[in-house]
Nanobody, 114 residues
């Protein structure tokens, strides 16, 4: 059974930081491209960042320079360090795993107050 469990969301003031974690089980984690997506109320889910099994990263323009995605293959965990948060970063953040098939976590709420 594949499980992706996000944690680390919460309420933070603008300019603050949060670190999201996604613990993965049930797959060969190291071969999967891992990603973080987000969905704000009334909006479509959008890509935030991805990291390949070899560590190559890709970021949406709106988070470049503020967010950092990383992974620990020994712990089957992917992280998203979010700095300089803005109110428009408020959304549910989802962890994603892709390698042939696609798996999603249940999401974690991030709320940034102005």
């Amino acid at each position: 059974q594949v499980q992706l469990v996000e944690s680390g969301g919460g309420l933070v003031q603008a300019g603050g930081s949060l670190r999201l974690s996604c613990a993965v089980s049930g797959i060969i984690f190291s071969v999967y491209t891992m990603g973080w997506y987000r969905q704000a109320p009334g909006k479509q889910r959008e890509l935030v960042a991805t990291i390949s099994g070899s560590g190559r990263t890709n970021y949406a323009d709106f988070v470049k320079g503020r967010f950092t995605i990383s992974r620990d293959n020994a712990k089957n965990t992917v992280y998203l360090q979010m700095n300089s948060l803005k109110p428009e970063d408020t959304a549910i953040y989802y962890c994603n795993a892709e390698f042939g098939g696609t798996y999603w976590g249940q999401g974690t709420q991030v709320t940034v107050s102005s």
